[in-house]
């Protein structure tokens, strides 16, 4: 009679348990129902949300995250902590329905001291690391103010508000990054040993390939960088100019601290290397905005030299992109044996034409000096031809 009393009062005891354990249940369910409406309701806000309430995140003049994709990273964040908030509520509720069941005392201290042993670690992690993180937020604040300071004094020396002796306003902004870069080098030298992990073999590991990938793959990159910075101070040139670096000729369109571009008289954009200008001959045409250029022939000695002098002036007034102010000027260049050579110089003010000005100069010549019946001659072809016989087209 007593034992079928216990097995009666266990019975109830059961289902007593069971419905509470159905309770909860039904409680967490209804949670998940309210965090998922919540979760909706605050993506449907962030979808709806004006631009002037969500705007571009811009350091500097440095657009980092538009406002378009602050809201797909805003949602993402919503979904990450609805996700959160679900499997702690089911942590919850597992714990609770195991408290409700005799017997189950060591089981939930085990899943208990599983879950919170690494939360542990992580908090004293964290506040062991609260002094090594005020240091580098010490750090940064007075790197930050440093680089605030050499941006401030750039500005004041671009604006000749502030003028250095020997020290030329156009170096101002190549000097400030080449100093910025140096702090944000200096200030990754003295954080990274107090980041976590950085003693450990992995860290250095990956930090000693990094290196030797840098030094193997990113040789050329340095030599070219270095060249960059040399031809910042040597000022050959700046964006506009009219160069020739070797045989090429053009305007320089763009810099940057690895190479320059030329687009050339045939429309043909030419990427010359920093390295390969520092070793070659750099001329610029730009610089007075005048350039010289000169063109030879050959004639007779029995053409008077004022003659020539005459038809090659006549010449060069009837090519385009000859300046008349300077005028034109003829050197007798040299006295051979058969011919005496002259020498046109003239000014253009678009070296960059010189194919073009220099083609329509000798038909211009051609032109003059078949008209006025005057041969114009050339050591090779003098060599092989009838000496009878002459080359005035008549």
């Known amino acids: 009679m007593e034992l079928e009393f216990f097995q009666k009062e266990s019975t109830q005891i ?11 249940i039904l409680v967490l369910v209804v949670e998940i129902y309210y965090i998922l409406k919540f979760s909706k309701y605050l993506k449907t806000k962030i979808d709806n949300s004006k631009h002037s309430q969500l705007k571009d995140l811009n350091i500097d003049s440095v657009n980092l995250i538009k406002a378009d994709r602050k809201k797909l990273i805003l949602k993402k964040i919503v979904d990450i902590l609805t996700l959160i908030t679900i499997i702690i509520d089911i942590y919850v509720t597992l714990i609770l329905i195991l408290y409700v069941f005799p017997g189950t005392e060591d089981t939930v201290n085990t899943i208990i001291e599983y879950t919170t042993t690494p939360i542990q670690n992580i908090g004293n992690a964290i506040v ?3 002094p090594t993180a005020v240091s580098i937020i010490v750090y940064i604040i007075i790197f930050r103010f440093a680089i605030k300071s050499i941006k401030t004094l750039r500005d004041a020396i671009e604006k000749k508000s502030l003028s250095i002796s020997g020290f030329d306003a156009d170096w101002a902004k190549p000097t400030a990054k080449i100093i910025i870069f140096l702090l944000y080098v200096f200030l990754i030298v003295l954080i990274f040993p107090l980041l976590p992990g950085s003693d450990s073999n992995e860290f250095k590991g990956i930090a000693a390939l990094i290196g030797i990938l840098i030094s193997i793959t990113g040789g050329s990159s340095i ?6 910075i040399v031809l910042t101070y040597m000022k050959p040139f700046k964006v506009g100019d009219k160069i020739m670096i070797n045989d090429t000729v053009g305007v320089v369109t763009a810099r940057n601290p690895f190479a320059i571009k030329l687009l050339t008289i045939k429309n043909e954009e030419v990427t010359i290397p920093n390295n390969g200008i520092v070793s070659s001959n750099t001329t610029n045409y730009s610089s007075s905005g005048k350039t010289i250029l000169h063109t030879t022939i050959s004639i007779g000695y029995d053409v008077k030299h004022s003659k020539v002098n005459e038809l090659l002036v006549n ?3 009837k090519t385009d992109g000859i300046l008349n102010k300077p005028q034109p000027f003829i050197l007798q260049k040299s006295l051979e044996d058969f011919y005496i050579v002259y020498e046109l110089n003239f000014f253009v003010s678009d070296v960059i034409k010189q194919p073009k000005i220099i083609s329509e100069l000798h038909a211009h010549i051609l032109d003059e000096f078949n008209a006025a019946g005057i041969e114009i001659l ?3 072809y003098e060599a092989g031809r009838d000496g009878e016989s002459s080359t005035v087209i008549s």
């Open 315 to 317: 010449a060069s007034s």
């Open 128 to 130: 062991n690391f609260i």
């Open 14 to 24: 059961l289902i007593k348990n069971a419905l509470i354990s159905l309770a909860i």
């Open 378 to 380: 050339s050591p090779h």
């Open 223 to 228: 030599s070219n960088f270095l060249a960059g």
